[in-house]
């Protein structure tokens, strides 16, 4: 992290908030700067001792080594546009968007002058927006980096050290491997939840009070804030709708081995299930 | 509880342990007596001092004021076959099992000496076994009781206040209501979060070291066992279905709007969802 004498999160959410914070709690010496979209954001970074707070993302972006954009997927290539003006020759720029094939192919836009390199931080919640940032958030969590193989090799590294002296486990792909990974383990998951949730609303028997834990931890993603997952949902949408197929494929089996009263396959079929969610937590 | 001077507890998983810790832990100066189909179980049964443990259900039962069947739902019959003999007249008979209509009538083969009364403590969990037993299971936890409205309403009452004793939030209803509500909020979910288990698992891409909370929370009640589940889908099997097919439109649904990028109805779908999952959880 040394490498950087000045750098700026552009976008103040979760992740942008827990970056600086993190960084912060390191005492390292560097100038931070910050920018949000929205008013409140930024008067909530205000807040944060030892980050200069600037009105557009161009100043806050302005002469920094490294550029860390943290504004919601569907805005990042305006973000871009709008900070290049300001961008120091040499500086690294990367994001923490959730999908990395459209992030990497917005990023063309950048000035040859400097490096972009995917990142993708795997440490959000449901709990969006700066007010749940904490300094600890990617302590011991996976961070994808995505190189696309033409970076300058100090870049990458320097970008791995980063992430690594926050806490991150490093995790190097291309893009379009990354997309297809966090569709199985994150995008898929969020639709079925979301797509559980409804039917269970929408169930004229549907009934509150018998709500246990099982359907709450089911769904609990479900509550997510939308307007970041559109965007996420959309721009990895080839390996959503397969995925999502595939639990829909699943749950047909499912769904025609009970109607048939058929004990056998439904006990095969939930004992795969119960194989393969136990391999998640291996000690148990 | 004091109405009952023994109390037979036959079955000794989470829910029929849990119900014996309970009741020693109160203290009340009751005979408690178990059984268990395992001679393991039995074993570790043993261990709880204070209840006597017997080698058939049918000695178990014996003399018995309340025999609360704690078997799996396909072994409850037979389990009613096997204790006929030795139930006092005048006995009530419940079960915790997580589905009703099937169990009440398989309680039609009881003797008009006795009061069956069905239960369903809403307190399972993905963990099985009395290993898993807890005295304060049942506190603060919904236990429904399904009255076919032909009770003597001394034993109805008797029953409430057993379960209220251990801490129970009490819901009355038809064995059939029961049934399409807790398909509702827990075999639908229990059925989706396994298929979208299956579906992660069954992904090329998958990779274990990308699960985060998310894809744990919203199938870790997958994990349950097989054996207690297969049973509860098939004898709830036209609700089980049904609920299924509404999750499989809500996610065709989804990943139609998904694959047409229809920005606006995927907006609406995630939003609908995001704001009945809130509403679990008023107080967020």
Redesign the interface.
């Known amino acids: 992290m040394s490498r950087f004498n000045r750098i700026a999160v552009i976008g103040a959410g979760l992740i942008g908030g827990s970056v600086l914070l993190a960084l912060l709690r390191r005492k390292s010496g560097q100038t931070l700067t910050g920018w949000s979209h929205s008013r409140k954001s930024r008067d909530l970074l205000g807040g944060f001792t030892g980050v200069d707070v600037f009105e557009t993302a161009k100043e806050a972006a302005s002469g920094a080594d490294l550029v860390i954009i943290a504004t919601p997927v569907d805005k990042i290539k305006q973000t871009l546009l709008a900070i290049t003006p300001s961008l120091k020759p040499g500086a690294i720029v990367t994001d923490v968007g959730s999908v990395k094939a459209s992030v990497v192919q917005d990023a063309t836009i950048l000035p040859p002058t400097v490096s972009f390199i995917g990142s993708h931080p ?1 440490a ?1 919640s ?1 709990k969006a927006g700066i007010e749940q940032a904490r300094a600890d958030l990617f302590e011991g ?2 961070c994808f980096i995505t190189p696309a193989g033409k970076e300058d090799p100090a870049a990458l590294s320097a970008l791995r050290d980063f992430w690594q002296g926050l806490g991150s486990i490093i ?1 190097e792909c291309s893009a379009e ?1 990354h997309d ?7 995008h ?16 004229p ?23 970041l ?2 965007s996420i ?2 721009s990895n ?1 080839e ?3 397969s ?13 025609e081995a ?2 048939a ?1 058929d ?1 056998e396959k ?2 095969a ?6 194989l ?6 291996p000690s ?1």
Chains 1, 2 share one sequence.
């Not at 898929?188 to 169930?203: D, F, W, Y």
């Not at 995925?243 to 699943?250: C, I, T």
């Open positions: 795997m959000g449901e969590r996976l995790r491997q297809a990974i966090v569709a199985v383990t994150s898929v998951p969020h639709a079925t939840a979301s797509a559980l949730m409804l039917a269970v609303a929408q169930a028997q549907f009934d509150i009070t018998a709500a246990g834990s099982g359907l709450r931890d089911a769904t609990r993603i479900a509550a997510g804030e939308e307007n997952w559109v949902l959309l949408a390996n959503v709708v995925g999502l197929s595939n639990v829909e494929k699943n749950l047909r089996a499912l769904r009970v109607a009263g004990q439904v006990a079929l939930l004992k795969a299930a119960r393969a969610r136990q391999s998640l937590d148990r």
